[in-house]
């Protein structure tokens, strides 16, 4: 699959949801750096209620996003998007401000912040190490990238050598190419397998025309004041080095020169922590000590992550710092522990196998499409083009739906009562028991089935359930009525009948969803003073105090229109219904800001399985069936199974309580007497008569007959028997006979239709 | 004007599946041919072939099985039992001379009061068709 290309698919395609604010926590949190490492950070606890300042040294934010990686694979267009979004949401950002120099960590915390996070990125270059690195000519990889998206004048020569092979070196390459360069070339110390960047970044790079020097290293740089050339050795890969790559080795004698008026040195960076002066701790390589997992530093309410502790690293990388610096932030100021409860690693676990059909079909991954070579040379559009839609779905059809769930633990993080344990297992448990309710329940019909309605294409058509659930105080809006943007809708229509009273779907009325629209409408009313409108065929309002709610709710404002809603279409930013109004005798065309359609129950798609683990049977509309209709309607032909609820047909709740009760009250029944009484119907074997073949024995689905090795005949085991009669018609002796079923008992019967 | 032949059809039909499904025809109302004389047997697989073979000889014009959907029987598999023996008793009653359409093996569940009756009446029409069979007399005589 390709993931990265679909997840731009749904970036670039779906619009973050509106912003919900969280209640303010009061407490400051200070973020240092506003690259992706800070802006995660920032995101994470302005979510959680914090009230985040977000310090940057340059004057725009998103750090190498906004500096470093250039426009043609990241447009600036995007990044403002998304960094517009995290400022929606009351995260401050300052610009212009070196923290240890225009302000130090402690004037921060002096001016009432409770905690920092460093997320400074590493934005100085190694030094090369060899002679002529100080001759006019010879650039900085990330200050070249950084001067030029800043809009700064940089200028190339017509012949660039770049030095090393990551993410700084390839852009660098490609940005001088784009600048007008005639030759561009790598010059790279390892092979392209330890290339610390992406496979088709290289390939895009050598497409436009880059030249690569892979196993070979600068010595010297010549030149008396300006660069002319530089001077190289050719490399070998001995043995691997702490970062598990081969570590290149000095081929004496192969050196050779390069052309080049200009010379970019590309080969890693690190942090500028000289500013932060001695607060914080410094590793071996330059970078800030801090934990990996945790981010803290070993200054209390200080923490660090991204770049500026991992080295020259990717966004991703950075981001995920800034999520879990986020939380340990979040434990420091609640003085909770920072690690308890919380898993670091992604945990690994193997993927279900999965069986492939032998006829399933190879589908190749889907290329993303690209800026054709001879449009890139001087601009900076973007070249990776992403996918189309359809594109994205046949590549998403690859999927195999091996793990469905991504291990990702958010479910477990986010559940506050602690009610999902991602750890267990599904087990297998063995129960002895002397009766079983059914109460399975139901599902709502999907309006996917139903074209003209466009549910799941427009964000403000929506079904009951989902409704339901934006009305619950614990739900996404606490409660709220509001459209996908974050509005108060101004009006309202309720469809009823969806997936019901239709020969489309299904015929039968669902006899409750009439109610719960009104109840629905009531909501809307009583929530957002909205005009509602209700478009029924007729208004099933059978029971206890139904009438009178439906007249409430008339009386309440809310607008009943007699006729079926014809069809949904969005125009402009709203929706427009069509319908009947069977009352005026004439077509009407609603505008409303909201449609809930109001679906019907369905039988759950299951029950055909569950009905053949229990031997029951189904209605034409697949719920169970009863034994009858008006005597045994909770019985099933199933001695011992009972059904209780909506999986014997749709229902509210009080028909619902009322029929499960009943349920458990004939299960008590059998449960009480402790004894089972058989039926009489079983069959039974004349020894006399019985052959002895055995055909009888091979037939019967219970195991009933048992053959009596000593007398040579079959016996049938009474308990046993159901009665089908299988071996009394099998039985060519005619030993085998059904009590109450016998030969001569239907054979009289023949006669008596016949006669 | 001739009398039309009303057919003598006799029917096996199942307790659980085939027997309820007509009976929930007759409580649904549905209005249907009334030449099937039902015989309820506790599973289609109760269907001694030599019934089949009695009824023609008593003079039935037609003869019906009818049982739960394959899957569905109540006693789990006896209708596999008899979709095993009808098709070789159908062969049979062909070589005696009985047309294809007076046997039928035919699937009916408890909710389909609605097939149970279009079964009668495709069957009865077909049978109508072939007109009286008169096995009774045929087999006496020869
Ligand atoms: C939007 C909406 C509003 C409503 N409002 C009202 C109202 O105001 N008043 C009212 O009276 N009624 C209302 N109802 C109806 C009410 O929800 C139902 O009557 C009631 O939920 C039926 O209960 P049940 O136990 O039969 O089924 P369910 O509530 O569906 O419960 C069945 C349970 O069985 C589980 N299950 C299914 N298959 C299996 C299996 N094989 N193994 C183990 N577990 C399984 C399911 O996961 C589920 O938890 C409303 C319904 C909707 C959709
Ligand atoms: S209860 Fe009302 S909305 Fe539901 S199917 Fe019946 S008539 Fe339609
Ligand atoms: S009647 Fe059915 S259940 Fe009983 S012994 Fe015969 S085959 Fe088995
Ligand atoms: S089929 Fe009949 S004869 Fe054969 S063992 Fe069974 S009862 Fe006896
Ligand atoms: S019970 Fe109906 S076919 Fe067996």
Known sequence: ?755 | MSQEFEPKIVGFLCNWCSYSGADMAGTARIQYAPNVHIIRVMCSGRVDPSFVLKAFREGADGVLVAGCHPGDCHYTAGNYKTLRRMPLLAKMLEQFGIEPGRFRLEWVSAAEGARWARVVNEMTATVQKLGPLNWKNHVRHT
């Not at chain 1, 998206?149 to 092979?165: D, M, S, T």
């Not at chain 1, 392209?192 to 960047?197: F, G, I, L, S």
């Not at chain 1, 080095?241 to 052309?259: A, K």
């Not at chain 1, 599902?443 to 009305?471: A, T, V, W």
């Open chain 1, 1 to 755: 699959m390709a993931i990265a290309a679909l997840k731009r698919f749904v970036a670039d395609h779906v619009a973050p949801a509106a912003f919900i604010p969280p209640k303010p926590r009061g407490e400051k949190v200070a973020v240092v750096g506003a690259g992706p490492a800070g802006l995660s950070a920032a995101y994470h606890l302005a979510r959680n209620g914090y009230d985040v300042t977000v310090f940057d040294a340059l004057s725009i934010p998103g750090g190498m996003m906004a500096v470093g990686i250039p426009d043609y694979r990241l447009p600036r267009k995007v990044l403002q998007e998304e960094i517009e979004y995290i400022k929606r949401m009351g995260v401050d950002i300052v610009p212009n401000t070196v923290v240890g120099k225009n302000i130090t960590l402690e004037e921060i915390f002096q001016r009432g912040y409770k905690a920092i996070f460093l997320g400074i990125g590493a934005h100085r270059s190694h030094k090369l190490g060899v002679p002529g690195e100080e001759l006019s000519g010879v650039l900085q990889g990330v200050s070249f990238l950084r001067d030029f998206n800043l809009g700064k004048k940089v200028e190339v020569g017509r012949r660039v050598a770049v030095i090393g092979g990551g993410n700084t070196a390839v852009d660098a390459a490609r940005t001088a190419l784009r600048l007008g360069a005639e030759q561009v070339t790598i010059v790279y110390r390892r092979s392209r397998e330890e290339m610390p960047v992406n496979k088709w970044e290289v390939e895009e790079a050598e497409k436009e025309g880059i030249a690569i020097r892979f196993l070979a290293a600068p010595t010297w740089i010549l030149g008396t004041d300006r660069v002319t050339g530089l001077e190289c050795i050719g490399m070998e890969l001995g043995e691997p080095d702490q970062s598990g790559r081969r570590r290149p080795i000095p081929i004496p004698g192969s050196s050779f020169t390069l052309e080049a008026d200009t010379v970019i040195a590309a080969i890693g960076q690190a942090p500028d922590l000289t500013v932060l002066g001695k607060a914080v701790k410094a590793t071996g390589w330059g970078t800030i000590e801090a934990d990996p997992e945790t981010c803290a530093t070993a200054q209390p309410g200080v923490f660090a992550g991204g770049d500026a502790v991992t080295g020259a690293a990717t966004v991703i990388d950075a981001v995920a710092a800034g999520k879990r610096a986020a939380e340990s932030i979040h434990r420091y100021l609640q003085g909770q522990d920072l690690r308890e409860g919380r898993a670091f690693d992604v945990p690994k676990e193997l993927i279900a196998h999965k069986e492939l059909s032998e006829d399933m079909e190879y589908v190749p991954r889907q290329e993303v499409p690209t800026l054709p070579i001879t449009e890139r040379r001087s601009n900076f559009r973007e070249v990776e083009l992403g996918l189309s839609e359809e594109m994205a779905r046949r590549e998403a059809e690859r999927c195999l739906d091996c793990a469905a769930c991504a291990e990702c633990l958010q479910c477990e993080a986010a559940c506050g009562p602690k009610a999902i344990r991602h750890q267990m297992k599904e087990e297998y448990v063995e129960l002895e028991v002397g009766a079983i309710i059914l109460a399975t329940g139901h599902e709502f019909y999907k309006p996917q089935g139903l074209p003209q309605y466009h549910y799941g294409r427009f964000p403000n058509i929506i079904d009951s359930m989902e409704f339901e659930r934006m009305c619950n105080a614990a739900g996404p809006t606490g409660g709220e009525i509001l459209l996908a943007d974050g509005r108060k809708p101004e009006s309202v229509a309720f469809i009823h009948c969806v997936g019901c009273r239709d020969a489309h779907s299904n015929t039968y009325c669902s006899r409750l969803c009439c109610m719960h629209a009104m109840k629905q409408a009531h909501l809307v009313k009583e929530k957002t003073g909205a005009d509602v409108y209700e478009l029924y065929i007729d208004i099933r309002a059978g029971g206890k105090g139904y009438e009178e709610f439906y007249e409430r709710v008339q009386r309440e404002g809310v607008i009943f229109i007699r006729g079926r809603g014809a069809e949904v279409i969005p125009v402009d930013n709203r929706l427009v219904v069509k319908a009947e109004d069977t009352g005026l005798g004439r077509p009407i065309i609603l505008p409303v800001d909201l449609v809930v359609l109001v679906t019907g129950m369905v039988a759950r798609a299951d029950t055909a399985e569950v009905a053949k683990t229990f031997h029951v049977t189904r209605d034409k509309d697949g719920f169970f069936l009863e034994a009858h209709p008006k005597l045994r309607p909770f019985h099933t032909n199933t001695d011992g199974i009972f059904l209780a609820g909506t999986c014997q047909g749709p229902k509210d709740i009080p028909d619902t309580v009322a029929h499960a009760n009943a349920a458990a009250a004939e299960a008590l029944v059998l449960l009480g007497r402790g004894r089972v009484t058989i039926e009489p119907i079983i069959a039974e074997i004349d020894p006399d008569v019985c052959a002895g073949c055995k055909v009888c024995v091979e037939l019967c689905a219970y195991s009933a007959i048992e053959f009596d090795a000593e007398r040579k005949i079959s016996q049938v085991n009474g308990a046993l028997c159901k009665g089908c009669g299988v071996c009394v018609a099998a039985c060519p002796s005619g030993a085998a006979q059904a009590k109450h079923f016998n030969d001569v008992q239907i054979m009289a019967e023949i006669e008596g239709v016949l006669a």
